[in-house]
């Protein structure tokens, strides 16, 4: 499996992803928006773009569909829920589903609600597993819930799918929010050593060659990973004083999205 993160430079801050199989040439693109860069890329390295695939339905997922697919004849993947907001799909995915790629890859769809309700993150069948988290995870933060969405599903999400894939996974998601987030991070556990060394790095990075982490960096450095954090939880109830003494997970989750919505 070949992976090519490609920065869209746009205002949104998008990520697009080529997934190619090393031995036929054929490629998967993930959300491919900026279907200009998404074709040039695949050209430069003699790739055959076969499949789309949207990780959700907003518009800086699916705008590009159409100019890519005329340009290519791929098939189109998404949620089978998506069916009425995302149009033309070829392919509706439930959790499980397995999506091939020429002849060496295999993506496994998971059914990961919570950012919207539709919304599908791909993980890599590959010695390293790789998670294409759409708006789901971000690098060192969680998904808005403003659109679509709902945080008590986001956080069954978190705690029941993310939270269980190993330290090794690496993370490709949807935007580049990883300054902003580690900020939000280090606002909520001013202490975090981690966190601090890396916004340096991330406030000065190269987006077309940017820092792909793993979930053992995230369980470090993202604050929707740290809900047991003892410095997360006394920080937490500075600004919900009526917060128990030991809030179950869920709680201390969605009074952090709750913040991060007006931070
Ligand atoms: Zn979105
Ligand atoms: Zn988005």
């Given at each position: 499996?070949?992976?090519?993160?490609?920065?869209?430079?746009?205002?949104?801050?998008?990520?697009?992803?080529?997934?190619?199989?090393?031995?036929?040439?054929?490629?998967?693109?993930?959300?491919?928006?900026?279907?200009?860069?998404?074709?040039?890329?695949?050209?430069?390295?003699?790739?055959?773009?076969?499949?789309?695939?949207?990780?959700?339905?907003?518009?800086?997922?699916?705008?590009?569909?159409?100019?890519?697919?005329?340009?290519?004849?791929?098939?189109?993947?998404?949620?089978?829920?998506?069916?009425?907001?995302?149009?033309?799909?070829?392919?509706?995915?439930?959790?499980?589903?397995?999506?091939?790629?020429?002849?060496?890859?295999?993506?496994?769809?998971?059914?990961?609600?919570?950012?919207?309700?539709?919304?599908?993150?791909?993980?890599?069948?590959?010695?390293?597993?790789?998670?294409?988290?759409?708006?789901?995870?971000?690098?060192?933060?969680?998904?808005?819930?403003?659109?679509?969405?709902?945080?008590?599903?986001?956080?069954?999400?978190?705690?029941?799918?993310?939270?269980?894939?190993?330290?090794?996974?690496?993370?490709?998601?949807?935007?580049?929010?990883?300054?902003?987030?580690?900020?939000?991070?280090?606002?909520?556990?001013?202490?975090n050593e981690d966190a601090a060394a890396l916004l340096e790095q991330a406030?000065?990075?190269?987006?077309?060659?940017?820092?792909?982490?793993?979930?053992?960096?995230?369980?470090?450095?993202?604050?929707?990973?740290?809900?047991?954090?003892?410095?997360?939880?006394?920080?937490?109830?500075?600004?919900?004083?009526?917060?128990?003494?030991?809030?179950?997970?869920?709680?201390?989750?969605?009074?952090?999205?709750?913040?991060?919505?007006?931070?």
């Open positions: 499996m070949i992976v090519e993160q490609i920065w869209t430079g746009n205002a949104y801050r998008n990520f697009n992803y080529l997934i190619a199989c090393g031995e036929t040439g054929e490629a998967l693109a993930v959300d491919p928006l900026d279907h200009e860069k998404c074709l040039g890329r695949a050209r430069d390295r003699g790739w055959e773009i076969t499949q789309v695939l949207n990780t959700h339905e907003h518009l800086d997922h699916t705008g590009g569909n159409g100019a890519l697919i005329a340009a290519t004849g791929a098939r189109l993947l998404a949620h089978v829920n998506a069916k009425n907001s995302i149009p033309g799909i070829d392919r509706g995915l439930q959790a499980g589903d397995v999506i091939r790629v020429g002849k060496t890859v295999e993506l496994e769809a998971l059914d990961t609600p919570g950012h919207t309700m539709c919304h599908i993150c791909l993980l890599s069948h590959t010695d390293t597993p790789a998670l294409f988290s759409g708006d789901t995870l971000f690098n060192a933060g969680a998904g808005n819930c403003h659109n679509g969405g709902h945080p008590r599903q986001l956080y069954a999400t978190f705690a029941e799918q993310l939270a269980q894939l190993p330290d090794n996974t690496l993370i490709y998601p949807g935007h580049d929010y990883l300054a902003n987030n580690l900020a939000f991070t280090l606002d909520r556990e001013p202490g406030r000065n990075q190269d987006l077309q060659h940017a820092l792909v982490s793993d979930m053992a960096l995230e369980r470090r450095i993202n604050t929707f990973m740290r809900l047991d954090n003892p410095g997360v939880i006394a920080r937490l109830r500075e600004a919900f004083p009526d917060l128990p003494q030991v809030p179950d997970p869920a709680t201390v989750f969605l009074k952090l999205r709750e913040l991060r919505n007006s931070w």
